[in-house]
């Protein structure tokens, strides 16, 4: 009898270290901010959807000072999130094997934020989801809107 409780306890014991252990792996969280609209979030490389920003090594110009606009980007991205666990909804897969989806802090959609900061720009040629975004921030002159600026779709192809 008392043989079989050591083994009812060390059995049930086993039981509960792989059900904490398990539940810590589901339960695990990690975010690398790549550039503007790039993140890996535990192990997978997501690219935003329907926005484009400016690479990291591109640059823009304000009065006459040169302004690291793709960083700029990032560093927004990074604050934004800062330390708040990021959902995304995914939508597919690009052609270079990137999760496609957009993602959101407490339900605000990143995308439509870095737009609307204007260090992002509504990628019409795949969705018109972000246009009005971008419209706000080119009104009220913000991000890169304030700024002498290449498109990052057409500073890729130069460089």
């Keep these: 009898m008392y043989l079989s409780k050591i083994k009812l306890f060390l059995a049930i014991s086993i039981c509960l270290i792989f059900f904490f252990l398990a539940y810590n792996d589901v339960k695990s969280y990690e975010i ?61 897969k690009d052609q270079y094997k990137r999760t496609l989806a957009e ?23 795949y969705s018109k989801k972000f246009v009005n975004d971008e419209d706000y921030a080119r009104k009220n002159n913000l991000g890169m809107w304030s700024m002498r600026f290449e498109y990052p779709w057409d500073w890729r192809k130069k460089n």
């Design 32 to 92: 690398k901010i790549i550039d503007g609209d790039t993140i890996h979030l535990n192990g997978e490389k997501i690219r935003f959807t329907g926005i484009d920003t400016p690479e990291l090594k591109q640059t823009c110009t304000k009065n006459n000072e040169v302004i690291l606009c793709g960083i700029e980007a990032r560093k927004l991205l990074i604050k934004k999130i800062g330390k708040n666990e990021v959902q995304c909804t995914k939508e597919g």
């Design 103 to 125: 993602c959101f802090v407490k339900d605000l959609s990143l995308s439509s934020f870095l737009v609307r900061e204007g260090y992002a720009f509504a990628y019409r040629k």
